[in-house]
């Protein structure tokens, strides 16, 4: 299965507070079930964007980082959208969000088959 790698706060928000859609700045043709890869970069600014959007969600203090998290299925990539956090330009929209065991792996760009030990 492949895997793409979303930067935390990022990673955790999709997997636990309902964050529909990941953002990115090119479209895919893929669709079907992934692996949600915490890359090892921390977007600071991306807590700045919850907290002033999403002041009620509490974020947590520590990150699970550098390996896959959860799993999820991309149905479409928009270049609109009216969940509140699609600020695309492309947005893979996201259903069937769940959970797994961390799993340690290098992650890459774009989507890549994890090498699991």
């Known amino acids: 299965m492949k895997a793409l790698s979303i930067n935390q706060p990022w990673a955790w928000v999709i997997l636990h507070n309902g ?8 479209r895919t043709n893929f ?3 992934f692996y949600i890869h915490a890359g090892k970069k921390f977007d ?3 807590v700045i964007w ?3 959007f ?7 203090d520590k990150y699970v980082m550098g390996g896959i998290i959860g ?3 991309i149905i479409d990539c928009v ?5 509140p956090w699609f600020f695309g330009p492309y947005g893979f929209v996201l259903e ?4 797994v065991d961390f799993i340690p792996c290098l992650g890459m760009l774009n989507f890549f088959e994890p090498k699991i030990t």
């Open 19 to 26: 964050k529909n859609i990941e953002n990115r700045k090119w």
């Open 31 to 33: 669709r079907g079930d």
């Open 44 to 46: 600071k600014n991306g």
């Open 50 to 52: 919850i907290n002033t």
């Open 54 to 60: 999403f002041p009620n969600i509490m974020l947590p």
């Open 71 to 73: 799993k999820a299925k």
């Open 79 to 83: 270049n609109k959208s009216d969940s």
């Open 96 to 99: 069937n969000i769940e959970v």
